[in-house]
């Protein structure tokens, strides 16, 4: 949330701006253990995107055994797991295109990816976290005719919930 005044000199030229900033909205759109988007920044840019029927891909990626991980290490073991997730999807892709879905999920969009893109980018995930850990992976076309991004999203968990039976 931004707001402003320009003041200009006798010629029209901007010289000074006073205002404020503010990340009070910007609080309510992140996740704080991660720093990634969270479901609420999610929805609202799903929402934007249905009416587009833009190609590409939506990815839910789950940390496989989070729970075992809390239980055998302890939270701070599995918080630190969900923020090196998060640091390596990061790592892979823009920061705007990934999204904190909750608990052990991540969101990912790709937009203009086909299914070998999916396969190429999922195959760069489970590299980079195979040393430190599992995770599983349900896409869904953006293109999917859903009525709203409700919807999508409970489809999109379905297909993760059939990769982690797997």
């Known amino acids: 949330d931004c707001r402003g005044t320009v003041y200009k000199d006798s010629t029209g030229a901007p010289y000074i701006m006073i205002g404020r ?9 992140v996740d704080s253990m991660t ?4 479901l609420k920044q999610l929805t609202e840019d799903l929402n934007r995107q249905f009416p587009k029927k833009h190609p590409g891909a939506f990815l839910l990626i789950g940390v496989d ?9 302890g939270r701070l073991a599995g918080d630190q797991t969900l923020r ?8 892979l892709l823009d920061f705007r295109s990934i ?3 909750g608990g052990d999920v ?18 760069r ?5 195979s040393n430190h850990f599992t995770v599983s992976c349900g896409a869904v076309n953006l293109r999917h005719l859903a ?3 409700k919807s999508f999203l409970q489809f999109a968990e379905f297909t993760l919930d059939r990769a982690k039976v797997r």
Not at 35 to 38: E, I, K, P, S
């Open 21 to 29: 900033v503010s990340e009070t909205a910007l609080h309510y759109r």
């Open 35 to 38: 720093g990634l988007f969270n």
């Open 65 to 73: 055994n989070l729970k075992n991980i809390n239980i055998r290490h």
């Open 84 to 91: 090196q997730m998060a640091d390596i999807l990061e790592s």
């Open 99 to 101: 999204y904190r879905f």
């Open 106 to 123: 991540f969101a990912v969009m790709l937009p203009g990816a086909d299914e070998a893109a999916v396969c190429s980018f999922f195959a």
């Open 125 to 129: 995930v489970q590299a980079a976290v």
């Open 147 to 149: 009525k709203n991004a």
